[in-house]
């Protein structure tokens, strides 16, 4: 048993979304406490869901009757992340701290550091909408959208500066580590305050297991 999970960037209703992973973890699981860190569902795709991503939430539904889940709102869930929580009887955050064999820990989705989203919104919406252009056209492997998203990400250099902002935020408030998701590249690193748990959009998925013991294991599927 697990003290935590923290899974992130699951894109439910998206092209990319590995849905029949998702369901193998939440088959499988074995937390106290879920936290669902951001853009869980793409809002840009809440018309198409599909059954496979019903079938996702009835299972976080029934697991929501034993475990605890906290759901951290994303850049691509914001606008549904509260009511959804309510609906199927999650914790809706905006950010989470807990502790963990003394060891402090801080959630966040990641947005908060991306300066790109900030200083360049229309840029990053004429982005987005791409993306999920190349997602409709894409064959269904999705090869050429998740080579996309990995290139853009690299091009804004967006992990290392999201990292450098993390590892400070952590610093200056008393955190041991910051735990991010949003670049969708996992990251983990005994010298850094900062994790990354990954996502479930590309062919390798991950997600964090935290242990009573206080260490952090990224896991994959």
């Not at 935590?4 to 939440?26: F, M, P, T």
């Not at 709102?73 to 992340?81: F, T, Y």
């Not at 450098?164 to 998701?181: L, P, Q, T």
């Amino acid at each position: 048993m697990n003290k935590y999970v923290v899974a992130s960037d699951w894109h439910i209703g998206s092209e990319v979304c590995q849905r029949e992973k998702i369901i193998n973890l939440l088959k499988t699981l074995k937390t106290e406490t879920l936290i669902l860190n951001g853009d869980i569902i793409d809002i840009n795709h809440t018309k198409r869901l599909k059954k496979k991503d019903w079938e996702i939430l009835s299972l976080l539904r029934k697991i929501s009757k034993t475990t605890r889940i906290i759901y951290i709102r994303g850049n691509h869930d914001q606008e549904v992340a509260e009511l959804i929580s309510e609906l199927l009887g999650f914790e809706f955050k905006n950010e989470f701290n807990f502790i963990v064999n003394d060891i402090k820990y801080h959630v966040t989705h990641g947005d908060f550091f991306d300066t790109f989203i900030s200083n360049f919104p229309i840029l990053t919406e004429i982005a987005t909408v791409f993306y999920y252009l190349i997602q409709r056209i894409s064959p269904k492997k999705q090869a050429l959208a998740r080579a996309l998203k990995r290139q853009s990400k690299s091009f804004i250099k967006c992990c290392d500066k999201i990292r450098k902002h993390a590892e400070k935020y952590a610093e200056s408030n008393g955190f041991d580590y910051v735990i991010c998701g949003h670049t969708h590249q996992h990251y983990i690193n005994p010298d850094s305050k900062y994790v990354n748990a990954g996502c479930f959009t590309e062919v390798e998925c991950s997600y964090l297991e935290i242990k009573t013991s206080g260490e952090n294991i990224l896991k994959f599927i």
